[in-house]
């Protein structure tokens, strides 16, 4: 057989092929990570978060409370050169807040956080997720404020409905690498749509109606709302007042090894934020030139996840749904046929209508 030689200018031309390929496919956003700002740089709702359940501040972490005298806060924290994850290139990181929780410990108390995942971003993971030969790792740094153990969980809510929690010993005030290798199993079903098909979090302190000691750590098993989830939690963290938990770094990939954090630049992350949660200012927006209605039309940075309910916010003077010709408040405004790609909005002036220095937020979160 004859050896075929290859020009350097050729494969000078290939090897910037290969990389463009490699470029093109990161800016498209697949990711080995299948979490979604787990270096915690984007927090479009603000930083400082509320104690609100939901999403109250950090893209893409929902936190639910139940039976607390205090809510816990969510809020973004700056990582400086004296913490251990900040020389594998982090800077912010999430901190979830404990309030006062004065009649103690209840029964029935739960506050917890998670990310919830795209079915279909599972589903062609390349995890063969039924086989428990098969793996999927969570790598993540955590501190918290109080020496205990403290346990994460991973729930499948498609199909059978299982839970998959884990234990973590954590000293005071010190960063600490958590890596879990999370086998597959049998009874694990994840739809391809854009439902919800993995929950990947943290709790923070489930009550004895929620817990039993003889519940199995590091294994599948099955879950409902009545269901114990963990063994028994230790108390103190739950009952010192302002108590914390912060985590960065969360990683969710294919395989039984953790491999180095994939970062991505602020702007890339912030644009797979934007499938879930859109909040963007405009100058301006022009409807009609006649009739009673007008129908300004905005497009979303990216494609939704779906159909969000969208909301325009008004700045004093400076930001409303305004007539063209006299700068009067339009009135009647309303937002108007929702799409995953935007939505368009109407008014009742007599003229044409226009929104100027506004903002609109649009949610199709998990």
Not at 162 to 183: C, D, E, G, H, R
Not at 280 to 292: I, P, Q, V, Y
Request: with cysteine.
């Amino acid at each position: 057989m004859a050896l075929t030689t290859v020009s350097s200018e050729r494969l000078a031309t290939n090897v910037k092929t290969s990389n463009l390929g490699t470029e093109l496919k990161k800016k498209v956003g697949q990711s080995k990570n299948l979490i979604v700002n787990g270096a915690f740089q984007i927090a479009q709702r603000g930083t400082s978060g509320s104690t609100a359940s939901g999403y109250p501040s950090l893209d893409r972490f929902y936190t639910f409370s139940s039976g607390l005298d205090e809510n816990p806060t969510m809020s973004q924290g700056s990582l400086t050169s004296s913490d251990t994850p900040f020389s594998s290139g982090f800077r912010k990181y999430l901190r979830f807040q404990n309030g006062n929780q004065t009649s103690g410990a209840g029964a029935s108390d739960q506050t917890w956080f998670r990310q919830g995942i795209e079915a279909q971003n599972v589903a062609q993971s390349g995890w063969n997720y039924t086989s428990s030969s098969s793996f999927i790792t969570l790598s993540f740094w955590i501190r918290a404020s109080v020496a205990q153990t403290y346990y994460g969980f991973l729930k499948a809510p498609d199909g059978s409905n299982y839970l998959y929690p884990f234990s973590m010993a954590l000293s005071a005030n010190t960063w600490t690498k958590v890596t879990k290798s999370i086998p597959g199993n049998s009874n694990l079903a994840f739809d391809n749509d854009t439902g919800l098909g993995l929950e990947v979090g943290i709790y923070a302190y489930l009550g004895t109606s929620l817990t039993d000691n003889s519940v199995s750590l590091d294994a599948w098993a099955a879950y409902s709302s009545g269901t114990t989830r963990t063994p028994d939690h230790t108390t103190t963290w739950y009952t010192t007042n302002d108590s914390t938990i912060d985590i960065t770094g969360v990683q969710l990939e294919v395989g039984s090894v953790a491999t180095d954090f994939e970062h991505n630049s602020y702007q890339d992350e912030l644009y797979h934020c934007y499938r879930y949660y859109v909040e963007r200012g405009f100058e301006s927006l022009l409807g009609s030139k006649s009739g009673a209605v007008g129908y300004p039309r905005v497009n979303y940075p990216v494609v939704m996840r779906a159909v969000a309910s969208t909301v325009i916010t008004y700045d004093g003077t400076n930001g409303a749904m305004r007539n063209q010709n006299d700068g009067s408040k339009t009135t009647g405004f309303s937002t108007y046929n929702h799409y995953d790609y935007g939505f368009a909005s109407r008014g009742s002036n007599g003229s044409a209508d226009i929104i100027y220095s506004s903002t609109y937020y649009a949610d199709a979160e998990l």
